[in-house]
T-cell receptor
């Protein structure tokens, strides 16, 4: 089974802190994604990565950056956390070339509270 | 640009009753289509997917969905709902030219009455 793990289930940070959210997948997937999920707004794509060191902005990249130094690991960085970044953050991975597999596999989520 | 609409924000059904969750998509060609389920406090889990071929697809937990190109729809169905099906359900569309990137609907919350 594909496993996507996230470094924390719950995180509380102060305004202005630098926050790192880590995501690791064990299925050699090419693509990895970071979403935030807020009530009534569904899943919104922050950033995604289609290869090591390659990234693209999603729909709401402002205030976030990402890093993918190894294929299995994708980090989301909040450079200076703000209260409007309080949310559930979901990581996902997908895609093995030639396998015809495009569905996404999700981690359990990190509920971040910024005070 | 691709988009997904789930017209029902919240649906309540009685245990044992049938269920249909609606999903309409917008995409210029034949898309990849998915349904995911999210239990409270958890990540999303794939229920089923459509890539090509038979337009009626079977998934896990007794769910099925039918791709109707003429209606741009991919509705999720289950003949008899169980209390454990209470969750949030997301429909998603993926572009064939950008493998792996999907657009999600806003979700439908299912409540099951005893």
């Amino acid at each position: 089974d594909v496993k996507v793990t996230q470094s924390s289930r719950y995180l509380v940070k102060r305004t202005g802190e630098k926050v790192f959210l880590e995501c690791v997948q064990d299925m050699d997937h090419e693509n990895m994604f970071w979403y935030r999920q807020d009530p009534g707004l569904g899943l919104r794509l922050i950033y995604f990565s289609y290869d090591v060191k390659m990234k693209e902005k999603g729909d709401i990249p402002e205030g976030y950056s990402v890093s993918r130094e190894k294929k299995e690991r994708f980090s989301l960085i909040l450079e200076s956390a703000s209260t409007n970044q309080t949310s559930m953050y979901l990581c996902a991975s997908s895609f093995i070339p030639g396998a015809g597999s495009y569905e996404q596999y999700f981690g359990p989520g990190t509920r971040l509270t910024v005070t | 640009a691709q988009s997904v609409t789930q017209p029902d924000i919240h649906i309540t059904v009685s245990e044992g009753a049938s269920l249909e969750l609606r999903c309409n998509y917008s995409y210029g060609a034949t898309p990849y289509l998915f349904w995911y389920v999210q239990s409270p406090g958890q990540g999303l889990q794939l229920l089923l997917k459509y890539f090509s071929g038979d337009t009626l697809v079977q998934g896990i937990k007794g769910f099925e969905a039918e791709f109707k190109r003429s209606q741009s729809s991919f509705n999720l169905r289950k003949p008899s709902v169980h209390w454990s099906d209470a969750a949030e359900y997301f429909c998603a569309v993926g572009a064939r030219t950008n493998a792996g990137k999907s657009t999600f609907g806003d979700g439908t919350t299912l409540t099951v009455k005893p």
